[in-house]
């Protein structure tokens, strides 16, 4: 038990990069185990949505892991042109596709100057699933 404590704390003791470097050797050397390991361990740490997502793309992860990023950045009235190209024109399309049907979803609910933050983070992440095609089990 002590081993099994002390291995967890010395795992989340370590930063973004080096779970982002086992994640890309994993996925190179294609080790499951470790690859998913390193995922779990990723989505334990604080990291902006545009650099989860950019990440997450990249080794091809399940996407349903990014629907709060993907929330965070519909809730946002505007996105920096930076990050747009980051994300690349798809994905922002799908973003702003998603934030003008929670605007509309706000709207019928009766709300006078409907944002996409006054609905429910619920809400928001079944359209996002609509969006990018997502189903409630997706994976990888």
Known sequence: WRVQNRRRYMYDEQSKDHWVTILDLATRWKFPNVRDLAVRQLQKLDMKPV??????YKYNLDQTL???AFTLLCKQSSRSVE???QLGMPTVLKISEARESAQRV?????CS???SADVA???IAEILRGVFGMSSGSSG
Do not use: F, K, V
């Open 121 to 123: 983070d619920e809400e």
């Open 106 to 110: 706000a709207a019928e609910q009766g």
């Open 66 to 68: 990014l629907l709060p």
């Open 113 to 115: 100057s409907p944002t």
């Open 83 to 85: 990050d747009g190209e």
């Open 51 to 56: 650099e989860r997502i950019i990440t997450y």
